[in-house]
């Protein structure tokens, strides 16, 4: 993944030379440093807590991002998986480090699909810059009927 996020950097950087428009480069930087940041850990030494707070780290990061950079798509997305990925890690911790848990089982497997499904998606979307999950759809629509609400009651 540290290299389809430094890809995802390199291809926003070149497809926005002569654009004025920046977001996609602040955020796929942002994504590959945070994903580059596993080159100086010891993934045999690292926990689930710990990649729980690298996660947590890059949300709050992104959400400082997306106050100052108008696009929605791509932040959504992002926020989304990271979301996704960091209640796992902390399901895991939780798994394996409170209830010592060692013996495989359905949630394991179930982590392992979903977090590199998650990756991808997040990777993708710096390419495919289109809302392929209806994601920014769905979260307008929540958004509106709660806004619709609070105004009738």
Request: proline content about 2%; overall charge neutral; glycine content about 4%.
């Amino acid at each position: 993944m540290q290299w389809g996020f430094l890809m995802a950097f390199l291809y926003s950087l070149t497809t926005s030379i002569n654009n004025p428009t920046k977001q996609a480069v602040w955020l796929s930087l942002v994504m590959a440093i945070s994903y580059c940041f596993s080159f100086f850990i010891d993934i045999y030494d690292i926990t689930y807590i710990e990649l729980f707070c690298y996660d947590v780290a890059t949300l709050f990061f992104i959400f400082f991002l997306r106050y100052y950079l108008p696009e929605k798509r791509m932040s959504t997305y992002l926020l989304f998986g990271l979301s996704i990925n960091s209640l796992l890690f902390l399901a895991m911790h939780i798994d394996v480090f409170v209830r010592g848990n060692y013996t495989p089982w359905w949630f394991w497997s179930f982590y392992t699909v979903v977090i590199n499904m998650m990756d991808i998606i997040m990777v993708s979307i710096f390419f495919v810059k289109k809302d392929f999950l209806m994601l920014v759809h769905a979260t307008d629509k929540l958004v509106n009927g709660v806004m619709r609400l609070k105004q009738s009651g």
